[in-house]
């Protein structure tokens, strides 16, 4: 718990920030901006379906990074000692009834978006909306939390990855395609492998108190093997666009980020250090988004 005078010298609007993460908010993004760019190559884009796509899915990342702030602080996983970034719930920066309130406007003003992104695209829509908000919430609280029992990677990837890029493209297009689903897994790879970071770093805090993330389960040896693998499962997408004929060769244009992707892996093999390894939580993060863009603009071009 952080000192009153240290509280007080944190603005209120600064704490809200801090709890929202604006870090992580490229894993939102990036299934969205490969669903537009999937429905321009398509000649499916609509302007007001892909803008609320993107502030529903920002909205629902905030509500899960406020959530999941309050859950592990009431389940007692934010200990001290943790490696990560000061947590608001944990340091007494938001009280819980406030914390509490935010999450309950941030997922009500998600709603409201996918009220109409619902009238768009119809019951397929209605079905990911929910289950989104309940992932959301049950990814750390609930009787069952889903990252506790090691099901947290496999949410995110069916949430920001397939969920995310087929729902973006579907209340455009109203219709999916093979080569949406195969660019949807990218993203997904790319998108745990923010959460593969972020489980690697706290392993061991995570361990102390009975937090069963996959990489407590499988070590931290075989966690950062699979950071490799779906690192590799990312850019081997845009080879399999290029060969099956689905794009021109402008879809590579991902393997330009093929150097900050090793950086990311040399870090993650060279350290456990809190510090080095939050920067590659935020560098997977960027890598997410740059990927993605580029991605975007070949298959635009």
């Given at each position: 718990?952080?000192?009153?005078t240290?509280?007080?010298?944190?603005?209120?609007?600064r704490?809200?920030?801090?709890?929202?993460?604006p870090?992580?908010?490229?894993a939102a993004?990036?299934?969205?901006?490969?669903?537009?760019a999937l429905a321009i190559?398509?000649?499916?884009f609509?302007?007001l379906p892909?803008?609320a796509?993107?502030?529903s899915?920002?909205l629902?990342?905030?509500?899960?990074?406020?959530?999941n702030d309050y859950?592990?602080?009431?389940k007692?996983s934010?200990?001290?000692?943790?490696?990560g970034?000061q947590?608001v719930?944990?340091?007494?920066?938001?009280?819980?009834?406030?914390?509490?309130?935010?999450?309950?406007?941030?997922f009500s003003?998600?709603m409201?978006?996918?009220?109409y992104?619902?009238?768009?695209?119809?019951?397929?829509?209605l079905?990911i909306?929910?289950?989104?908000?309940?992932?959301a919430?049950?990814?750390?609280?609930?009787?069952?939390?889903?990252g506790?029992?090691?099901?947290g990677d496999?949410?995110?990837?069916l949430?920001f990855g397939?969920?995310?890029?087929?729902?973006?493209?579907?209340?455009?297009?109203?219709?999916l395609t093979v080569q949406?689903?195969?660019?949807?897994?990218?993203?997904?790879?790319?998108?745990?492998?923010?959460?593969?970071v972020?489980?690697?770093?706290d392993?061991?805090t995570?361990?102390?108190t009975g937090?069963?993330?996959l990489?407590?389960?499988m070590g931290?040896?075989?966690?950062?093997?699979?950071?490799?693998?779906?690192l590799a499962?990312?850019?081997?997408?845009?080879?399999?666009f290029?060969?099956?004929?689905?794009?021109?060769a402008?879809?590579?244009?991902?393997?330009?980020?093929?150097?900050l992707?090793?950086?990311?892996?040399l870090?993650?093999?060279?350290?456990d250090?809190g510090?080095?390894?939050?920067?590659?939580?935020?560098?997977t993060?960027?890598?997410?988004?740059?990927f993605s863009?580029?991605?975007?603009?070949?298959?635009?071009?």
């Amino acid at each position: 718990m952080v000192s009153m005078t240290a509280q007080a010298e944190i603005p209120r609007w600064r704490a809200w920030l801090m709890a929202s993460r604006p870090k992580t908010l490229p894993a939102a993004m990036s299934p969205v901006v490969m669903g537009i760019a999937l429905a321009i190559g398509d000649q499916a884009f609509a302007l007001l379906p892909a803008g609320a796509a993107l502030i529903s899915a920002l909205l629902l990342q905030i509500g899960t990074n406020l959530a999941n702030d309050y859950f592990d602080y009431v389940k007692g996983s934010d200990i001290e000692g943790r490696k990560g970034p000061q947590r608001v719930a944990q340091s007494g920066l938001i009280p819980l009834h406030e914390l509490r309130a935010g999450i309950a406007i941030t997922f009500s003003l998600a709603m409201l978006v996918g009220l109409y992104l619902v009238a768009v695209g119809g019951w397929p829509i209605l079905i990911i909306g929910i289950t989104s908000i309940v992932a959301a919430l049950a990814y750390t609280g609930g009787p069952f939390p889903l990252g506790y029992h090691g099901l947290g990677d496999l949410f995110v990837f069916l949430y920001f990855g397939l969920a995310g890029v087929c729902g973006t493209f579907y209340v455009q297009a109203q219709a999916l395609t093979v080569q949406v689903v195969v660019a949807a897994i990218a993203i997904g790879a790319l998108t745990v492998a923010i959460l593969v970071v972020n489980n690697l770093r706290d392993i061991e805090t995570d361990r102390k108190t009975g937090k069963r993330t996959l990489a407590v389960m499988m070590g931290a040896r075989k966690t950062r093997l699979e950071y490799v693998l779906l690192l590799a499962v990312a850019y081997a997408t845009p080879v399999i666009f290029w060969l099956a004929n689905w794009a021109a060769a402008w879809v590579l244009l991902p393997w330009l980020t093929l150097p900050l992707g090793w950086r990311l892996v040399l870090t993650l093999y060279k350290t456990d250090e809190g510090a080095h390894l939050n920067r590659a939580l935020a560098g997977t993060a960027n890598l997410d988004l740059l990927f993605s863009l580029l991605f975007a603009v070949g298959l635009v071009l």
